[in-house]
């Protein structure tokens, strides 16, 4: 079966109609300001009594255009019933701002996570970063690019991890949509560069890494995730551990939020081992 992006799009009204939160939904929230603009804020969300010491800053995705964190609590709740503290961050989107901005604003949502442990006298935790889509894409480059960490004054051993599921980790293997040129501009220039997570695996260590992947997915090539990952098998074996889904679409790695699933699973069993 091969999926278009006709075919994707239908599947994402299933899809939005089920993030949802559960009724038996327990937890803390607060919002919290990281900037001036409007789309600088992150929604914490966190059980009333933490068990891990690492807390999970998750990008949601929408093509670099789409979406509030406010839409995907549900993401989060799954984490949260596991005993993470989960940071949802917002973040400027094109056409009104490209990769320049968005770099500002991962940053800052980075520094900021970290303020937040260091008030609370959890500053022994560590940060897992993951995202969904174009979300997997930032979490990818905070994680990676060396200087996205030290602008927001994180050593490497503080990130515990990174997971990108249906993520373009590899812009060279995606096509030339106006989104693609409006978040990274033309693929001769710098800021191209800077916006391809594929650029830094030669650059930076990463941290231990997940990757699920649809094999049919019409939005985010295959190409941009496997090629990501057999390149980073090359420079670190073992670092990394790659999903990827047969026959599964684009929105099917993102059924982990409303449905107990292999994938799920998976990436739960994975965030327990890092």
């Known amino acids: 079966m091969t999926n278009t992006i006709f075919h994707e799009f239908w599947q994402l009204w299933s ?27 992150l929604i914490r969300i966190g059980p009333m009594e933490p068990v891990y010491d690492k807390v999970v800053l998750f990008y949601h995705g929408g093509g670099w255009q789409f979406g509030r964190p406010e839409q995907f609590r549900k993401y989060a709740y799954v984490l949260v019933r596991e005993g993470y503290q989960v940071f949802l961050p917002s973040h400027r989107k094109i056409p009104f701002s490209d990769f320049s901005d968005m770099r500002l604003d991962i940053q800052l949502a980075l520094k900021t996570v970290l303020d937040w442990m260091c008030r609370r006298d959890r500053s ?7 995202g969904m889509s174009s979300g997997g894409n930032l979490a990818a480059l905070l994680a990676l690019d060396p200087e996205n960490r030290k602008a927001a004054g994180v050593a490497p051993e503080q990130i515990a991890g990174l ?6 980790l590899n812009l ?3 096509w030339s949509s106006p989104s693609l040129l409006a978040f990274a501009g033309p693929r001769s220039g710098a800021l191209y560069q800077q916006a391809n997570p ?24 295959l190409e941009a995730a496997q090629s990501f990952f057999e390149k ?19 929105l099917d790695v993102a059924s982990w939020a409303y449905q107990d699933n292999f994938i799920r699973y998976a990436l739960l069993h994975w965030l327990k081992g890092i």
């Not at 594929?198 to 090539?221: K, N, Q």
């Not at 980073?232 to 684009?250: D, Q, T, W």
């Open 15 to 41: 899809h939005w109609n089920q993030l949802g939160l559960p009724d038996d939904a327990r937890f803390e929230e607060e919002r919290i300001e990281m900037g001036k603009h409007s789309r600088q804020y």
């Open 232 to 250: 980073m098998e090359e420079l670190y074996p073992g670092r990394a551990e790659c999903m990827m889904i047969p026959n599964g679409s684009h």
């Open 163 to 168: 997971f990108a599921l249906a993520a373009p």
């Open 198 to 221: 594929y650029f830094f695996l030669e650059r930076s260590t990463p941290p231990p890494t997940f990757i699920v992947h649809g094999e049919a997915d019409a939005l985010v090539e």
């Open 172 to 174: 060279d293997a995606m």
């Open 124 to 130: 022994e935790c560590r940060v897992v970063i993951g």
